[in-house]
């Protein structure tokens, strides 16, 4: 459990307790209107309103800081339109859009972080990270499908208004903003700093040039520990705060953004490869201290996450095998074919970022 944008969340990638199984396998086969992982949640991650459950099973609420049972998240809304972008699948794309603009959005002014299952928002706090990736999906997907959405654009332009305007900490955005209080944080989480949105958002003129590469240093110019990145950056002392356990998928999306400046991250990519070759699997989280696993977990997320770093980095061997690790964990439960389930339940990102790991191996490397 960790703090996250201003509120606890519990999922930590529902715990995969090992024990090797053959996975489904014959994704490469498929074509992409046909991938199963997109076709569990579409069947099973769907509330009556459209919006995406967080979990599988139903359970009650018990705290405004905690995600439970079918709540929906912001989060989630953006890695399904990137899954929308990377599918081109043009119907789904804009079913997110009306969901975002009928439900997320709060006074025509934010996009609060979390929804009751039947799309009421008891929150008055944003998630920058959730934010950002919205906002990048809808100036992606502008460019993908070039005519008729021009209220893309400008919905991007308003919300990220709203975040310069109410968000912004010593010349950053901070993790998130509280409308109701009018408070906000002193950090910045280095895993919400979305290089791509941001750029995508200078080239529109929304975001100037100054602000762009203050960002684009701040990652560039990180310390790390020989492996690990920081975890977050006190926007007031100027401070990069290290925690003595790091959550692998913090450190592959502050990876992966980093890498967008060009920064030598053959540290990362060499501590994956070889613990991935000598333990032949990888943990959710990891010791900073001596580079142990701190959990017994896999993460489908994980895998996700790091296929797709892999193809960054150029490394399609270990892309591939971390793919045959993610496939050993699908379909375990045969009443939800194609989904990552574990006792009769899963987390809405345990399924959303392998199907974008499963896209990009699909797609053949970063970019393409």
Not at 142 to 156: F, L, M, N
Not at 178 to 186: A, G, K, L, V
Not at 236 to 249: A, F, G, Q, S
Not at 305 to 313: G, N, R, S, V, W
């Amino acid at each position: 459990m960790e703090w996250r944008y201003g509120r606890k969340v519990l999922w930590t990638g529902l715990g995969l307790l090992l024990g090797a199984v053959v996975g489904i396998g014959g994704f490469f086969t498929q074509a992409k209107g046909d991938n199963p992982t997109k076709r569990f949640i579409t069947i099973n991650m769907i509330n009556a309103n459209g919006t995406l459950a967080t979990y599988l099973q139903k359970a009650e609420s018990v705290s405004p800081e905690l995600a439970a049972g079918r709540e929906a998240l912001s989060e989630s809304l953006g890695f399904w339109m990137q899954a929308a972008i990377e599918s081109r699948d043009l119907a789904e794309f804009e079913k997110s859009y009306d969901l975002l603009t009928r439900y997320f959005i709060a006074d025509r002014d934010y996009i609060v972080w979390k929804l009751s299952p039947e799309g009421e928002a008891k929150v008055t706090t944003n998630a920058l990270g959730d934010d950002l990736r919205i906002i990048g999906a809808l100036l992606d997907g502008a460019k993908v499908w070039k005519k008729g959405h021009p209220e893309w654009k400008e919905t991007a332009r308003e919300l990220t208004e709203a975040l310069l305007n109410r968000s912004q900490n010593n010349g950053y955005l901070v993790d998130f903003y509280d409308f109701s209080r009018q408070e906000m944080p002193d950090t910045l989480s280095l895993a919400y700093v979305d290089l791509p949105a941001l750029k995508g958002l200078q080239n529109e003129g929304i975001l100037d040039q100054e602000s762009y590469i203050r960002y684009h240093a701040l990652l560039r110019n990180m310390p790390n520990d020989g492996v690990f990145y920081p975890k977050s950056f006190h926007v007031v002392t100027r401070e990069y705060i290290y925690e003595d356990k790091v959550n692998l998928i913090d450190q592959l999306l502050i990876a992966m953004y980093a890498g967008e400046t060009g920064r030598d991250q053959a540290a990362l990519h060499q501590f994956l490869k070889e613990e991935f070759g000598q333990a032949g699997k990888l943990a959710g989280q990891y010791t900073r201290a001596d580079r142990k696993a701190a959990v017994d977990y896999e993460s489908p997320s994980v895998y996700g996450l790091a296929i797709k770093f892999a193809l960054q980095m150029g490394d399609r061997p270990l892309a591939e095998q971390l793919y045959e690790r993610l496939q050993t964990f699908k379909g375990r439960d045969p009443q939800y074919p194609g989904g990552y389930v574990f006792g009769k339940n899963t987390h809405i990102f345990d399924n959303l970022l392998p199907l974008l790991g499963e896209y990009a191996i699909q797609r053949g490397g970063h970019g393409k």
